[in-house]
């Protein structure tokens, strides 16, 4: 059964400094996806990371993807208190089989 | 706002009742997909539909089921509802077939049982 683990569970961090949020599975995948959650809301996709070594980025955010360590990273870049939410990442196994499992989430706040 | 709509935004109920959640997709989308979320299960995949025909099935309870449509929307049933059945309630539609099945969310429904 594929386990997708994130950490930390809570992150507290202040304005302008960096972080990374860790993204592990446990079995081979070729779709990993990053969502962000505001409280009460529903899930916007982030990134859509689609093979070895791919690394996509918006704004403050950068992921990244590393199939053999089967871990995926989100680094926050100088935060900003917009970026306070819960953030998940979510695998897809294999073609054919679109489930998606969810990473425990992150919860993240930007203090000013 | 993701396209996808879901309905009704909330939901309150007693225990043994039965209850209909319905998500139009995104204009174009064939799959939909039903999620749960909750604070000690967190977002679990319940079942897939793709143009009107199950695709995948997850950790969905037999009291529970689902269908999509002609007109491709879907509609989750929730029967002989138990308190440990409060949760949200998540669709989420995509185009398949084009090798990323990015899902876009609705905002979902919040089921309370009493």
């Known amino acids: 059964e594929l386990k997708v683990e994130q950490n930390p569970l809570f992150l507290s961090m202040q304005e302008g400094k960096n972080y990374t949020i860790y993204c592990n599975y446990s079995?081979?995948?070729?779709?990993l996806y990053w969502y962000r959650q505001d409280p009460g809301k529903s899930l916007e996709s982030l990134f859509v990371?689609?093979?070895?070594?791919a690394v996509k980025q918006e704004g403050r955010l950068m992921a990244s993807l590393d199939t053999k360590a089967r871990l995926s990273t989100l680094h926050i870049t100088a935060a900003v208190h917009d970026l306070s939410a819960t953030y998940f990442c979510?695998?897809?196994?294999?073609?054919?089989?679109?489930?998606?499992?969810f990473g425990t989430g992150t919860r993240l706040t930007i203090i000013p | 706002d993701s396209g996808v709509t879901q309905t009704p935004k909330h939901l309150i109920t007693a225990t043994g009742q039965r209850v209909t959640l319905r998500c139009s997709p995104r204009?174009?989308?064939?799959?939909v997909y039903w999620y749960q979320q909750s604070l000690d299960q967190g977002l679990q995949f319940l079942i897939q539909?793709?143009?009107?025909?199950?695709?995948a099935k997850g950790n969905i309870l037999e009291r529970f089921s689902a269908q999509q449509f002609p007109d491709l929307h879907s509609e989750l049933n929730l029967s002989s509802l138990e308190l440990g059945d409060s949760a949200l309630y998540f669709c989420?539609?995509?185009?398949?077939?084009?090798?990323?099945?990015?899902?876009?969310f609705g905002p979902g429904t919040r089921l309370t049982v009493l």
């Open positions: 989420a539609s995509s185009v398949e077939g084009q090798g990323v099945n990015e899902q876009f």
């Open positions: 079995t081979t995948s070729d779709r």
């Open positions: 990371l689609l093979s070895n070594g």
């Open positions: 979510a695998v897809a196994t294999n073609f054919g089989n679109e489930k998606l499992t």
């Open positions: 204009s174009g989308d064939l799959s």
């Open positions: 539909y793709y143009n009107g025909e199950e695709r």
